[in-house]
């Protein structure tokens, strides 16, 4: 294995690398069996360059054939086990011809994939002999559309050395936050700890258990665990930093996990399918701005929007044409404040409401309405409206059940002195079930709530 990864590995042989079910595995142990997956490919006669599916989590199998298939200039198609759905989809765009599948047991089984497409972009890996990665991410209109990156510069953030860290893998192993994870950890002798189950008990007893230290999370689910006051039931006292994103961050929110977690440093990150994972700098841990940016990184604002050029960046779409413009910008869609070299994205263009040509945040209602009493989990959107075009509507989970009227009389009263007229949801659901998805993050789209939801709407109105 002559790539440039293992020669940093083998620096930390006794060290461990990755927990996994109460089970530690060496740097060591990462690097023979991933010298014995390298003798797998070559039994199977997987070869450089051709595309090669892999579905699991972090299991310590998963990880060790993912370091082979780098080392072997394969392409990678990783996949979450909750995704499998669309699995053949996914493995067809990106051209595999062949896939792994690991269950909860980390074992695996191993299969051939025929009639795969090809693309010009896949050719031009192979030809550099380069190794690849494929990810999948779903766009406003609820398609998926798949970016392939060169793995080599991804990776290559990571030859700067930084603090160890003992960390767990929460964001999906078919995520780039959590390949970004996996490989921070990794690269610089820290310990990658996997977990089950990605629930607040879980992961609070995992940070007990095994005195972790940077738990990366999403809002929603940070959220999640204020409300479940897990935090107060296990020591947690190893946190030294939390860092959240892929969606935006309530202001309320924010605050309380500073409250609860005073000695933690709270980081917000920034990453896209296309760009990668961003270096960022936040201005306070209790603030929302932050500084994007970076070696190889250039950003601009636009009419309010952020564009990003980035030598890193993906080398295009493989099911949808090239987004970046004839000088490599990227138009992230992302509407942004500007305060010096500092950002605060206020959320993405697609998601704004537009009431009567006036535009409106779903995040800044949210952070409201969040504050509520009895409101477990709100999510804001925009419902088409014959007079202004759309009005304000919101998707509420309760605690505890509550009649339809005596909810949007607390609405209307409690939002009335900390919202303008126009702001105001005018139309009220509550739903029995969550209102994010399996990877934490908020469903705004009423069509993709309907595909995951079975709960009926209590009441609305006009």
Request: aromatic share 10%.
């Amino acid at each position: 294995m002559d790539h440039w990864l293992f020669k940093v590995l083998s620096e930390f042989e006794s060290e461990i690398a990755i927990i996994w079910r109460d089970r530690s595995y060496t740097y060591r142990k990462l690097i023979d069996h991933s010298l014995l997956w390298q003798k797998e490919l070559e039994n199977r006669e997987i070869t450089s360059g051709q595309s090669v599916g892999l579905i699991g989590d972090y299991s310590p199998q998963t990880c060790m054939l993912l370091l082979a298939l780098i080392a072997n200039r394969n392409i990678v198609v990783p996949i979450a086990a909750s995704a499998t759905a669309r699995s053949q989809d996914f493995l067809r765009i990106a051209g595999a011809e062949a896939m792994f599948e690991f269950d909860k047991n980390d074992e695996w089984k191993f299969s051939r994939v025929y009639g795969s497409e090809n693309h010009q972009l896949l050719d031009q890996l192979r030809s550099e002999n380069e190794p690849g990665l494929a990810v999948f991410s779903s766009g406003s209109a609820g398609e998926y559309k798949g970016s392939l990156h060169n793995f080599n510069l991804v990776l290559e953030k990571f030859r700067k050395r930084r603090r160890p860290y003992r960390a767990l893998t929460f964001l999906l192993l078919d995520h780039l936050g959590g390949i970004n994870t996996l490989f921070s950890i990794l690269t610089n002798g820290g310990t990658v700890i996997s977990t089950a189950e990605r629930t607040p008990n879980a992961i609070c007893t995992a940070i007990e258990r095994y005195k972790v230290q940077l738990l990366p999370a999403t809002p929603t689910f940070l959220n999640m665990l204020l409300i479940s006051e897990a935090n107060k039931t296990f020591d947690l006292s190893s946190l030294e930093m939390i860092t959240y994103g892929t969606e935006p961050m309530p202001e309320y929110t924010l605050q309380a996990l500073h409250q609860a977690f005073p000695n933690v440093q709270l980081k917000q990150t920034y990453g896209l399918s296309e760009l990668g994972v961003l270096r960022t700098h936040s201005r306070d841990s209790n603030s929302l701005w932050l500084k994007v940016g970076g070696e190889g990184i250039e950003t601009k604002v636009i009419d309010g929007i952020l564009w990003i050029r980035s030598r890193a960046a993906m080398l295009g779409y493989l099911n949808a044409p090239s987004p970046f413009d004839r000088d490599g910008w990227y138009n992230t869609q992302d509407a942004v404040e500007v305060d010096g070299e500092y950002i605060r994205i206020l959320g993405r263009t697609s998601e704004i409401i537009n009431v009567g040509g006036v535009k409106v945040y779903p995040a800044e209602i949210e952070n409201v309405l969040q504050q509520m009493d009895n409101i477990r989990e709100v999510t804001v959107w925009g419902k088409p409206n014959s007079v202004s075009g759309q009005v304000v509507a919101a998707s509420v989970n309760l605690f505890e059940s509550e009649g339809q009227s005596a909810l949007e009389r607390r609405i209307r009263a409690f939002c009335q002195e900390k919202l303008a007229p126009y702001k105001i949801p005018m139309f009220v659901e509550i739903l029995d079930d969550d209102l994010h998805s399996e990877r934490f993050k908020k469903i705004r789209r009423p069509s993709a709530r309907s595909e995951i939801h079975t709960s009926h709407v209590v009441a609305s109105r006009q």
